[in-house]
């Protein structure tokens, strides 16, 4: 019940021939998620025409977005009592400082993009392209076996 190393080139072909239907399985889901962080990606990426605030977090809890569950602030912008809040994509509530800087659009009602916060951008590569290099890397490998069967 350990790992057992294949011994010819033939066994070795088949072995990888065996993980492609993982990936073609696995490159929609892939790809779904990849949709999902592109939209959330096009739907903030006109926050830089807002301005820069400053503001100090006044509460930390969680809300529903689609089907996840996001880590929300509300945040007081210096200087007046406008309370505003940020829905974060990621996990990092916990190691954000207590005074942030945010882009804001002037509406309180509109929720604020901090600038501590990681862009959609590098997750939404992840998942378009690690399937893709897969496969790419299945049928190199691939042809190289094919050439030490054939010699």
Same mark, same amino acid.
């Given at each position: ?22 990936? /073609? ?5 892939? /790809? ?7 939209? @959330? ?39 007046? @009592? ?43 590569? *992840? *998942? ?11 049928? /190199? ?11």
């Amino acid at each position: 019940m350990g790992f057992k190393l294949l011994a010819s080139s033939e066994e070795n072909l088949s072995a990888i021939r065996g993980g492609v239907p993982f990936l /073609w399985i696995l490159l929609p889901i892939s /790809w779904a998620f990849g949709a999902y962080y592109l939209h @959330e990606h096009m739907s903030n990426s006109n926050k830089y025409n807002n301005h820069l605030e400053t503001g100090i977090v006044v509460s930390k809890d969680f809300t529903k977005v689609g089907i996840m569950k996001r880590p929300r602030l509300k945040i007081r912008i210096d200087g007046k @009592e406008i309370i505003v809040s940020a829905v974060l994509s990621m996990d990092g509530i916990n190691d954000l400082p207590e005074r942030v800087f945010f882009y804001y659009s002037g509406d309180p009602k509109k929720e604020v993009y901090l600038t501590q916060e990681t862009s959609a951008l590098t997750i939404l590569l *992840f *998942f378009f392209l690690t399937p893709l290099i897969g496969l790419v890397f299945i049928k /190199w490998y691939e042809k190289i076996l094919l050439r030490k069967i054939k010699a």
